[in-house]
Protein backbone atom coordinates (compact mmCIF):
# COMPACT_ATOMS: atom_id res chain seq x y z
CA UNK A 1 0.00 0.00 0.00
CA UNK A 2 1.37 3.43 -0.94
CA UNK A 3 1.79 6.16 1.31
CA UNK A 4 0.85 9.63 0.27
CA UNK A 5 2.37 12.74 2.45
CA UNK A 6 -0.47 14.46 4.33
CA UNK A 7 -1.66 18.16 4.78
CA UNK A 8 -3.32 19.76 7.73
CA UNK A 9 -6.60 21.71 6.97
CA UNK A 10 -5.83 24.98 8.54
CA UNK A 11 -5.75 26.08 12.08
CA UNK A 12 -7.57 22.05 12.87
CA UNK A 13 -6.24 19.34 13.83
CA UNK A 14 -7.82 17.53 10.57
CA UNK A 15 -5.21 16.11 7.98
CA UNK A 16 -5.66 15.21 4.75
CA UNK A 17 -3.79 13.34 2.13
CA UNK A 18 -2.39 15.46 -0.78
CA UNK A 19 -4.62 13.86 -3.36
CA UNK A 20 -8.09 13.28 -2.86
CA UNK A 21 -10.53 11.64 -4.51
CA UNK A 22 -13.76 13.14 -6.08
CA UNK A 23 -17.27 11.40 -5.66
CA UNK A 24 -18.62 12.88 -8.90
CA UNK A 25 -18.15 9.61 -11.16
CA UNK A 26 -19.79 7.51 -8.08
CA UNK A 27 -22.84 9.59 -9.33
CA UNK A 28 -22.60 8.91 -12.61
CA UNK A 29 -21.37 11.97 -13.72
CA UNK A 30 -20.31 11.83 -17.56
CA UNK A 31 -20.67 8.35 -17.57
CA UNK A 32 -22.59 5.46 -15.52
CA UNK A 33 -20.55 2.72 -13.79
CA UNK A 34 -21.80 0.17 -11.70
CA UNK A 35 -21.57 -0.53 -7.79
CA UNK A 36 -18.66 -2.62 -8.76
CA UNK A 37 -17.00 -0.40 -10.59
CA UNK A 38 -17.54 2.50 -8.72
CA UNK A 39 -16.04 0.27 -5.10
CA UNK A 40 -13.21 -1.05 -7.35
CA UNK A 41 -12.23 3.21 -8.21
CA UNK A 42 -12.42 3.88 -4.21
CA UNK A 43 -10.45 0.83 -3.12
CA UNK A 44 -7.86 1.46 -5.77
CA UNK A 45 -7.49 5.11 -4.15
CA UNK A 46 -7.39 3.59 -0.74
CA UNK A 47 -4.52 1.34 -1.57
CA UNK A 48 -2.88 4.14 -3.30
CA UNK A 49 -3.08 6.16 -0.39
CA UNK A 50 -5.58 8.02 -0.72
CA UNK A 51 -7.14 9.11 2.45
CA UNK A 52 -9.50 12.22 1.45
CA UNK A 53 -12.73 11.31 -0.28
CA UNK A 54 -15.25 13.85 -1.13
CA UNK A 55 -18.82 13.49 -2.10
CA UNK A 56 -22.56 15.25 -2.59
CA UNK A 57 -25.67 14.28 -2.46
CA UNK A 58 -25.90 16.14 -5.39
CA UNK A 59 -23.92 13.37 -7.48
CA UNK A 60 -26.34 11.06 -8.94
CA UNK A 61 -29.41 11.86 -5.90
CA UNK A 62 -26.99 10.88 -3.42
CA UNK A 63 -25.43 7.43 -5.49
CA UNK A 64 -22.10 8.93 -4.55
CA UNK A 65 -23.04 9.31 -1.22
CA UNK A 66 -24.20 5.70 -1.03
CA UNK A 67 -21.19 4.17 -2.67
CA UNK A 68 -18.70 5.73 -0.91
CA UNK A 69 -19.50 4.92 2.38
CA UNK A 70 -20.28 1.43 1.25
CA UNK A 71 -16.69 1.20 0.43
CA UNK A 72 -15.28 3.10 3.01
CA UNK A 73 -17.38 1.03 5.63
CA UNK A 74 -14.93 -1.63 5.25
CA UNK A 75 -11.56 0.27 6.09
CA UNK A 76 -10.22 1.85 9.37
CA UNK A 77 -12.99 5.22 10.36
CA UNK A 78 -9.70 6.80 12.09
CA UNK A 79 -7.75 6.57 8.73
CA UNK A 80 -9.84 8.53 6.17
CA UNK A 81 -11.53 12.14 6.02
CA UNK A 82 -15.05 11.88 4.26
CA UNK A 83 -16.57 15.22 3.70
CA UNK A 84 -20.08 15.93 1.77
CA UNK A 85 -21.96 18.71 1.16
CA UNK A 86 -25.52 19.57 3.19
CA UNK A 87 -28.00 22.30 3.06
CA UNK A 88 -30.51 20.85 0.06
CA UNK A 89 -33.12 18.89 0.49
CA UNK A 90 -33.30 15.94 -1.84
CA UNK A 91 -37.83 15.43 -2.12
CA UNK A 92 -40.53 17.53 -3.23
CA UNK A 93 -42.20 19.39 -0.86
CA UNK A 94 -45.72 18.44 0.01
CA UNK A 95 -48.54 21.38 -0.69
CA UNK A 96 -48.40 22.89 2.75
CA UNK A 97 -45.23 20.76 4.60
CA UNK A 98 -42.93 22.83 6.03
CA UNK A 99 -39.42 22.90 5.23
CA UNK A 100 -37.18 20.76 7.89
CA UNK A 101 -34.22 22.54 9.88
CA UNK A 102 -31.67 22.21 6.85
CA UNK A 103 -28.92 21.39 8.35
CA UNK A 104 -29.45 19.19 10.49
CA UNK A 105 -31.62 16.93 8.55
CA UNK A 106 -29.33 16.93 5.48
CA UNK A 107 -26.59 16.49 8.21
CA UNK A 108 -27.87 13.54 9.31
CA UNK A 109 -29.18 12.14 6.18
CA UNK A 110 -25.92 12.69 4.32
CA UNK A 111 -24.03 10.72 7.50
CA UNK A 112 -26.80 7.86 6.57
CA UNK A 113 -26.13 7.62 3.44
CA UNK A 114 -22.16 7.84 3.73
CA UNK A 115 -22.64 4.98 6.35
CA UNK A 116 -20.61 7.44 8.87
CA UNK A 117 -20.56 8.93 12.08
CA UNK A 118 -19.84 13.10 12.55
CA UNK A 119 -16.31 13.46 13.82
CA UNK A 120 -15.15 16.92 14.49
CA UNK A 121 -11.40 18.14 13.89
Not at 16 to 23: A, D, P
Not at 30 to 45: F, G, K, M, N
Not at 102 to 114: D, G, K, N, S, V
Request: hydrophobic share 35%.
Amino acid sequence: MTTLKRRKIGTTNLEVSELGLGGAPMGGFRATISDAEATALIDAAYEGGVRYFDTSPFYGYGRSELRMGAALRQKPRDEYVLSTKVGRVLHAMRPGEKPPPIFATTACLALRRCSTTLTTA
